[in-house]
């Protein structure tokens, strides 16, 4: 049914528009007492043996939204309503900022992918901390906080623009993230050098430790696809030796490898950061590697590909605890998160592993790979 909405409505709509829609609807049905509760009995049934625990966090299972749906933190219910079993918010910025000037987010739809130049379009720090403060949740999920440098700030003035963000969300953040591999904002990429990245955690992690002293909030870093080998692993190392709480592999690329012929050209060529189904190979191959570098002692995060629980499974295998999605979201509909979860609840049955925190790195330690 989904499919057929999607061809005859969503595909006729800018992408943009019909993601604002599609939004509303969200946020309008989980303000209905009754249609929420029918909505996440049919949507979100829960798996016992999924059950996960992440930095210190127990969660219904390992797959969450990935960071960009939500921008503001205006639909975290509405996102655990259709099974999300985290809620990544954000990306957001020091000050308000539009993002850039549209039209900035395409489809690909015989690549089941997507183009976006959002730009970091969202209300600022101030905004959505004063949102998560006064948030009064219907349904228990972890909601983490990804943040990234505002646009016009100057790449020397970075440090003290995160640090901002960080002071003022930390509090309301069952984990924050620091987003250094968005295509989209000059110079933020240039940030993920281990010489600029090092000051930046360490005073991000100071900030949330300043503003929070009664608890630890967990720390994680996204990094991009496109990094080179050697890249990754300077990354790796570092997160280890700061004693990061984890990593998030991977963020959009700027590449165009993978994609089909029957892609008009036109969209190919437009600028930012490419998701969905063509990412699902380098992804991966970056989660391998990280976790062949860094083995247990750091969580790590598979994003970039997800379409189905088998894409899940594998991510776990290659040494994930939690995954995360968002394009795939675009093209299944609201039935994708329990599609995957009785999946991948099939997956661990039939497999060696009693549970899937044993799964974990599986495929990277019968190599013989890991640290």
């Known amino acids: 049914m989904y499919q057929l909405f999607f061809r005859l409505v969503f595909t006729r709509m800018d992408p943009e528009k019909a993601h604002h829609l599609a939004f509303r609807w969200i946020r309008l049905a989980v303000r209905v007492p009754v249609l929420r509760t029918f909505l996440a009995a049919a949507l979100a049934p829960r798996h016992k043996e999924l059950r996960t625990e992440a930095f210190g966090l127990r969660m219904h299972g390992p797959f969450g939204l990935a960071a960009g749906f939500d921008k503001n933190a205006v639909a975290i219910d509405g996102m655990a ?3 999300f079993d985290h809620v990544e918010v954000g990306t957001v910025t020091g000050e308000a900022q539009p993002g850039n000037p549209r039209k900035r987010l395409f489809r690909l739809v015989a690549d089941r992918a997507l183009i976006n130049r959002m730009g970091f379009n969202n209300e600022g720090s ?26 016009v700030v ?4 970075a440090v003290a623009d995160y640090v901002k ?5 930390a509090p309301y953040a069952d984990y924050l993230v ?3 591999s968005s ?14 990245l090092r000051p930046l955690l360490t005073a991000v992690r100071a900030a949330a430790d300043r503003t929070v002293p009664a608890r630890r909030v967990p720390l994680l870093v996204k990094i991009a696809p ?11 190392d570092l997160a280890v030796e700061l004693g990061l709480d984890g990593i998030i592999a991977t963020n959009t690329t700027i590449a165009r490898d993978g994609l089909g012929s029957a892609t008009d050209p036109s969209l190919v060529a437009e600028t930012g950061g490419l998701s969905g189904a063509p990412l699902k190979a380098r992804s991966l191959e970056v989660l391998r590697r990280l976790y062949a570098r860094v083995g247990d002692r750091i969580t790590l995060v598979g994003v970039g590909g997800i379409e189905s629980a088998e894409d899940v499974w594998q991510r776990i295998l290659a040494g994930a605890t939690l995954v995360q999605g968002y394009s ?9 998160s329990r599609a995957i979860h009785k999946g991948l609840a099939a997956r661990l049955r039939t497999s060696p592993y009693a549970t899937l925190a044993d799964a974990v790195g599986a495929d990277v330690k019968k190599a013989g790979k890991t640290v």
């Not at 100057?154 to 003035?157: F, M």
């Not at 963000?165 to 969300?169: F, I, K, M, N, V």
């Not at 795939?328 to 994708?336: D, T």
């Open 154 to 157: 100057p790449e020397a003035d």
């Open 328 to 336: 795939g979201f675009i093209y299944a509909g609201p039935f994708w």
């Open 178 to 180: 620091v987003n250094v």
């Open 183 to 196: 295509p989209n904002t000059p110079g933020l990429r240039d940030l993920q050098a281990t010489e600029a």
């Open 226 to 236: 496109d990094l080179a080998d050697e890249d990754v692993d300077a990354v790796a």
């Open 126 to 151: 101030l905004a959505v901390a004063a949102r998560l403060a006064a948030r009064e949740p219907v349904f228990r999920t972890v909601v983490g906080v990804n943040i990234g440098k505002t646009k």
């Open 165 to 169: 963000s960080a002071e003022r969300l």
């Open 81 to 83: 309503m259709l099974g």
